[in-house]
């Protein structure tokens, strides 16, 4: 009963249920614009609600979270700019679809699945977050980092014209990913002595110099052409639509809820490899994949959705972040008096079932500001190219800037910008480059820690996947998808030795 | 077209390039301008790479720093390689490198970009950007100066309240004394509520 | 002549800044955070920073600059102007910039402003360790060499100064380092059982030993905390610790050197009115930190013992770049 009352308080208090609406609302817009994040948000909103109660602060906080993760599919689908990482799948398939004028199709589909992934991630927590939390606890350095060479194998799905083409722009961001002090050991790597080198190359100023500043200059060659107009009228997609993408969203969610669930990993990885998974059960999409398939937006906005909930689930089980936002919020809830960790469920059950409240809440509103005003974000892709352009190359350079108050940001994202404005020119895909920067610490830190703790042998590395049931699942994965779904070494057979190349 | 069956997957010659690279026509038969320099130049970058990634530890251990960083850099070379063998075979598919590549309108907001990036720091946000947004606009949609000045305005002003007064990202002020501004309105705010 | 000009510059330039300083703060304050969002120094100064606020009555408006553990913010911070309008809101780790060689500035360029509060290490194991305090870790270790897993972060990091200690007490100690890349993603590998011993700040561990899925060994501390009043303190284990306690991390707010003194001194007033609110010490005192709160020379001195002992003991257990010596970092005790 108690349960229920907290569950309810949420709906039954006017003021939180507005805190929740317009913490949804900003959310959207915070997620739609490129280098506002919901981490920076959500950190400004703790001293702007120190003096508050905890519960209109937190129902802020999962407002905007949630309003968030969804608003990055925004920009993605109307401008080819992803507005926060996890949409980066989203607009893969998203702005071909802008491209043809059905960019209200795309919203629509993309609102409604995403309000489904977030109530099976939101479900999930409710019902089964301590099982689910055992779970991701016991991956093991090994698993992250098959997991993240899983998420490697991505390439193929994302390289489209030339794999090999892929495979170069997917190492070169996991060397992007590397630049910097090592973390871990504090040696220097790829800095060729340059102090500016030394703290790295920000993963989001590459990703808006590739897809910002390089899709700008991109349009730059036919400024003069109208804008296609978009099309409006059908918004809601047809209940027939979503019936017949509910398998595949089912799945794509739980890929979400798991990988949102896994401390360190959020909806970004979540998304992408939501997409590939996509990519690779769906028989016969109406479109390719990358030609506007609506697989391709259901699956990652599901998984990133999904993911929210996922990230609650070790936060609220045992205090550990499933994510960066979560991290924000037991900060914040320890600000408020709470005490978040594995007692917090048997202390205070209330806050639990408040979070759950919320976010159903907050997922309610996320519909219906993502079905309303509509309008008027298209009006954007329909103004003048003339005007758009200018204003995306200075959004980029304020968000770059703003993502760690640095001007070294603003170059390296026009840097990055100028060689993306080449590698799409000349046909090299982009998508694997950010895929590498994602992955490239997840892989590279657990590959290091799983080697150290197996003492440096490889025979008990191996030895320690084999005995594992979760590493063998995992690398039995990762065996079948490199051996039956990149088929990269028939092709390199064709491509290099077929012609007689040496290759010895 | 060959057709392998999984063809849809690795999509080799399946056209579906266009998310990631509208600008690049597909299917590739022809060498664009510039693009076996292009080739040649990524797969020399990645030669330097693996260098430097054998310099950040050599073949110290499978847990070093530099191990991963080899092994990407390696990866990157030899997919560098093949690509530029492949580009190097293409036939040319002629046309000057500055009309296809590099248009008068990119060069010239490139130069506007490098411009502003050198100043952005001396000189201010605002004052930059103002700058920035009316000469491109200018330049690009060709209308009338009223038009140009504001809509450039009007959307900075609005870019400006957004990040710098709700998000508090601290553009550099560069001659505009902006902390004495906002501190201001913020005394003028507060006197008004009490 | 140059000296009368010179004179007569700074004396300009003194004017200058006191009539500033008069009705300062005349516009909003910056305030740079070492570290990331949701960090211990982010929390705490996002806590602490609004009674300071009022107190002050002016604005401060903080960012996170990261990276080069720490190292940008403190370099911006020390490139801007001492005016009292930057602030650096920073943990112990500059202290070891130099000796770890990631930067030649370290809080000898900077004034404090307030010490707020320093941290507690402990030594925790996970629930399924086969050892329940410090002398039967010790044991294990000599049992099983090569064996146990140890968690740590980059040198200079609390777990390698905690370390650090161990083996100049110990003699080195034959276990695995597990690197990772700070105590909260340490102490999560230590509850799924990828690591098992690790040195963690109190405040981060706290609520895991309370539910059980973390075992205390050893409180690195000559008296016990008040937090967790039944854990031993590893001084009572092993007496030769004693002379290295009490040490701990800290968080404190700094200015360039060179910023007026009545700048320093309406901003330190400030800051510890602020920190004596309620709110502020209860926050601390749950996450398991002993506040602090003092400013002038004492902070300096706190500095000065910290940087002393702390580079010491790096250097002694061999993971320095370069030694204290070169920058003048007396030996303590001499």
Known sequence: MEMLSAFFMVFTHPQLLMLVGLGTLAGVYVGAIPGLSVTMAVSILISFTFSWDVHPAIALMIGIYMGGVYGGSRTAILLNIPGAPSAIATAMDGYPMAKRGEAGTAIGVTTVMSFFGGFIGIGVLALAAPFVSDFALGFQPRDYMLLAILGILLVGSLSGGSLVKGIFAGAFGIALGAVGMDPLTFTERFTFDLPVMRSGISFIAVMIGMFGVSEALAQLHHVDTVAVKQKISRIVPSFGTIRKHLPLSLQTSTIGVIIGALPGTGGDIAALMAYDHAKRVTRNPEREFGDGAIEGLVAPETANNAAVGGAFIPMMTLGIPGDAVTAIMIGALFIHGLNPGPMLMVDQPDMFWFIVGSLVVANFFMLIFGLTGIKIFTKIVEMPRAVLIPLILLLSIVGAYAVNNSITDVYWMLGFGVLGYFMRYYGYPLGPVILGVILSRLLDDNWRRAIISAKGDFGLFMQGIVTSPLSLVLFIAVIFIFVNQTPLWPMIKRRVFGRGKAAE | MTSTPTASQTASEAPDVAAVAPAAPRPQMKRKPGEAVFALLVALASAGLMWSAYDISGFESLSAPGTVPMVTAFAMFVAAVITAAQTLRLPAMGGSFLREVLPLNVVLMALLLLAYGFALKPLGFLPTSAIFLIAAIKLLAKRSWGFTVLVSLASLIGIYFVFRVVFTVLMPAGIVPEGEMIQFFRNLLSKGQS | ?334
């Open chain 3, 1 to 334: 002549m140059k000296h009368l000009i010179l004179g007569a510059v700074s004396a300009l330039a003194l004017g200058v800044t006191g009539a500033v300083a008069q009705d300062y703060p005349t516009k909003e304050i910056q305030g740079i955070i070492q570290w990331g969002a949701g960090g211990s120094t982010d929390t705490v100064m996002r806590s602490v920073t609004p009674h300071a606020e009022e107190a002050l009555g002016g604005t401060i408006v903080m960012q996170n600059v990261t990276g080069g553990v720490g190292a940008i913010a403190l370099n911006q911070v020390a490139n801007g102007d001492a005016d009292g309008y930057t602030l650096m809101m920073g943990a112990e780790n500059p202290l070891l910039y130099k000796v770890m060689g990631l930067g030649d500035k370290d809080y000898n360029d900077f004034t404090p402003i307030n010490i707020l509060a320093r941290g507690t290490p402990i030594l925790v194991a996970g629930p399924d360790a086969p050892f329940d305090d410090y002398a039967g870790m010790m044991q294990f270790i000599a049992d099983n060499p090569g064996d146990l897993r140890f968690g740590s972060t980059g040198p200079g990091g609390l777990p390698s100064v905690v370390t650090a200690m161990i083996e100049s007490v110990e003699g080195d100690l034959d276990v695995i380092f597990v690197p990772y890349d700070g105590d909260g993603p340490a102490l999560t590998a230590l509850q799924g059982g990828a690591i098992d011993v690790m040195p963690a700040v109190l405040g981060a561990a706290v609520e895991g030993i309370r539910a059980g899925t973390m075992k205390p060994l050893a409180v690195f501390d000559n008296t016990a905390s008040s937090a967790l009043p039944d854990v031993p303190t590893i001084s009572s284990a092993q007496p030769d610790y004693e002379s290295l306690l009490p040490w701990g991390p800290f968080f404190g707010v700094f200015v360039k050197k060179g910023t007026p003194d009545d700048v320093v001194a309406k901003l330190s007033d400030a800051y510890a009115t602020g920190a004596e609110a309620e709110d502020f010490k209860a926050l601390m005192d749950g996450r398991g930190f002993t506040m602090m709160n003092i400013s002038g020379d004492e902070a300096s001195d706190f500095l000065t013992k910290w940087q002393e002992t702390t580079a010491w003991l790096m250097q002694d257990a061999g993971l320095t770049k370069t030694s204290p010596e070169e920058f003048g970092i007396a030996r303590p005790g001499e």
